[in-house]
């Protein structure tokens, strides 16, 4: 390998940053059940928690805390509308990929 190229990546691996970040991404999803929320939400536009909870088999609490941590993530968003919550993906370079990989 060239040097030149050598260099140009070390130079990519230094932007710590997005690293780190991408790490937690994929930690975040490494998780069976956060999975296949992620996989029902690439594949529908948007779902309720009591709809993700009986499609994947948990309850509503354990979907609604792990919708919490996927929203800390950054990597799905929320609306309400009376008493339902809805989420849907939100676009990343991991959620392409997650899209690629599963569908």
Request: positive net charge.
């Amino acid at each position: 390998m060239q040097m030149r190229k050598k260099q140009q990546i070390k130079k990519e691996l230094e932007n710590k940053e997005a690293l780190i970040k991408c790490a937690a991404e994929f930690n975040m999803i490494g998780d069976p059940t956060r999975l296949k929320i992620c996989y029902l939400l690439c594949r529908h536009q948007e779902l309720s928690v009591s709809q993700i909870a009986e499609i994947v088999g948990v309850s509503v609490s354990a979907v609604s805390h792990t919708l919490a941590k996927l929203k800390q993530a950054d990597l799905v968003q929320s609306r309400r509308r009376f008493r339902n919550v809805y989420y849907r993906i939100k676009p990343s370079p991991l959620i392409k990929f997650l899209q690629q990989r599963l569908l």
